[in-house]
């Protein structure tokens, strides 16, 4: 017999037990199909929809609300979609009221729309928008950060909302609440959240641990932890213990509906591939004038390029410096998408619409890569832990400034993450040719277009010259075989000091 004090114990040892012992029942997360998901989505409901480009959307899920017609929606999506696919499946039927996005160059329908006042557009940093998105999901109702400061995203008056029918503004951005931490600006922005979120992944247990595909988890862990309801799309359905506890990327605490896609069309938007026997440095890109011209701007982009670094190239001229840099000079390469290791285009037969670039070009990687959320890509871009990024550019000026996300009323793109490179890597390195098509000059006095971020540029490549600043300083360091001192003054309004040691590339 136990004594009445080591019965107590055993009792409520029992219960303790008890108390911690796994639920014997699962909640059936499992509908039959993305109509059944998406049906109670109400006109007016706000979105968050992961994706990036076209690569990780819930095709399914977006399908069954085009067809369940919900309209007046605010959808939260790093991208706008294209004409007839993804979101841009939504504006066709006039289902979108209001866009919160980073890109949306490639949806030429949205553009339209934008422009003739019939929906809204909010645009935000790639990075603001991916930790609106994660904070918001954290319970974090608002966050300071230096990206955005010095441009409309901090100072307001960006237009929101054109008077139908009219180039004037209806709605207009409001300022941001500023502050200075150990002597740098910041701006508050506010968190986000939604409704309802959709999102695409690779496998879940029919508990709802969802596991993701390459750099097609992008925006989607982020969206889905901002859903007040989150609905998962997944190309498979398994037993619950069927994977590795550590290998979940989305607890299933998440995730309130999954369903089983089928008929995934998951479109490139940009299919690149490796041709057999063509080297980068021979590729048709690099032929003609206008290829020379690039390949000028490649070279010596390719020269700064030192061992170890850690790199991020914007899309477009940044990328082809890739093809030139020293075979003793190992570096690794990191896309705003999710991915640390990018590697060359790969043959076409391995080919994977899972693995996209920023550029939304089909790659690889290399051995040692990793792929992660947009919100763990940003943080190493703005936490400094990129080296250097080379972007692209429209506009810089004399004491620095960039200018390359927007043509008022007329090229609406989007910043995408180049307010958060420019914020956040150590070194900005502008590649872009040095007049538009020979006329039009793009080295001013000032510039004439909204900035991205004010005198952040640190060294700038044009087919014709390399500028860097030093101590607020324009300095001429090196030019072009193909020009001289007084041709590059005759195409720069910009005023400039030519260093002793002038170089030639």
Same mark, same amino acid.
């Given at each position: ?266 479109? *490139?938007? @940009?299919? %690149? ?12 890109? $690099? /032929?003609? &004038?206008? !290829? ?22 914007? *899309?477009? @001229?940044? %990328? ?12 690794? $390469? /990191?896309? &705003?998408? !999710? ?167």
């Amino acid at each position: 017999m136990f004594s009445r004090s080591t019965s107590l114990f055993l009792k409520r040892r029992l219960v303790s037990n008890l108390s911690m012992a796994p639920s014997r029942t699962m909640v059936n997360k499992i509908l039959p199909s993305a109509a059944e998901a998406v049906k109670d989505i109400p006109d007016g409901a706000t979105l968050s929809v992961g994706g990036f480009g076209q690569c990780g959307l819930p095709e399914n899920l977006i399908q069954a609300l085009e067809e369940h017609g919900a309209k007046d929606l605010t959808c939260i999506s790093n991208n706008a979609g294209v004409s007839d696919f993804g979101i841009g499946k939504l504006m066709g039927k006039r289902q979108v009221k209001k866009m919160i996005s980073s890109y949306v160059g490639e949806n030429q329908r949205f553009k339209d729309q934008y422009l003739d006042g019939t929906i809204e557009l909010e645009l935000v940093p790639q990075g603001t928008l991916a930790e609106k998105l994660r904070a918001g999901g954290a319970g974090i109702p608002a966050f300071y950060t230096p990206t955005g400061v010095g441009s409309a995203v901090a100072d307001g008056g960006a237009t929101i909302k054109y008077k139908p029918g009219t180039k004037e503004a209806e709605i207009l951005s409001e300022p941001k609440e500023e502050r200075i931490f150990k002597g740098r600006k910041y701006i508050l922005e506010e968190s986000l959240t939604a409704d309802f979120a959709l999102v695409k992944a690779w496998k879940a247990d029919k508990a709802g641990n969802v596991i993701f595909n390459k750099s097609a988890r992008n925006f989607n862990a982020d969206c889905a932890k901002a859903g007040k309801i989150c609905i998962v799309e997944v190309e498979e359905i398994v037993e619950i213990d069927s994977f590795d506890p550590d290998h979940v990327h989305l607890p299933h605490i998440y995730v309130q509906r999954l369903i089983k896609g089928d008929n995934y069309v998951k479109p *490139i938007e @940009i299919l %690149t591939y490796s041709n057999p026997g063509e080297t980068g440095a021979s590729s048709s890109i $690099f /032929q003609g &004038e206008a !290829g020379e011209r690039r390949k000028r701007i490649a070279m010596k982009a390719a020269s700064l390029i030192q061992d170890g670094m850690y790199i991020n190239l914007g *899309i477009g @001229i940044p %990328t082809l410096a890739t093809n030139f840099i020293a075979p003793d000079v190992h570096v690794t $390469f /990191q896309s &705003e998408n !999710g991915i640390l290791g990018l590697g060359e285009f790969p043959p076409k037969d391995k080919v994977d619409a899972d693995l996209i670039n920023a550029g939304k070009q089909s790659v690889s990687v290399v051995p040692g890569a990793s792929f992660f959320t947009s919100s763990d890509s940003f943080a190493m871009i703005r936490g400094g832990h990129v080296d250097i990024t080379f972007l692209g550019g429209m506009q810089v000026a004399e004491n620095g400034d960039l200018a390359n996300w927007i043509i008022p009323g007329s090229l609406i793109k989007g910043m995408g993450g180049a307010m958060d490179l420019v914020g956040g890597a150590k070194k900005v390195v502008i590649m872009m040719e040095h007049t538009v098509k020979g006329k039009e000059l793009k080295i001013l006095k000032e510039c004439t277009l909204p900035l991205t971020r004010p005198q952040v540029v640190d060294t700038l490549i044009t087919d014709l010259a390399t500028f860097q600043w030093k101590e607020g300083k324009m300095i001429l360091t090196d030019i072009a075989e193909v020009t001289t001192v007084d041709h590059v003054r005759s195409v720069t309004e910009a005023s400039f000091e030519v260093a002793d040691d002038l170089g030639r590339y």
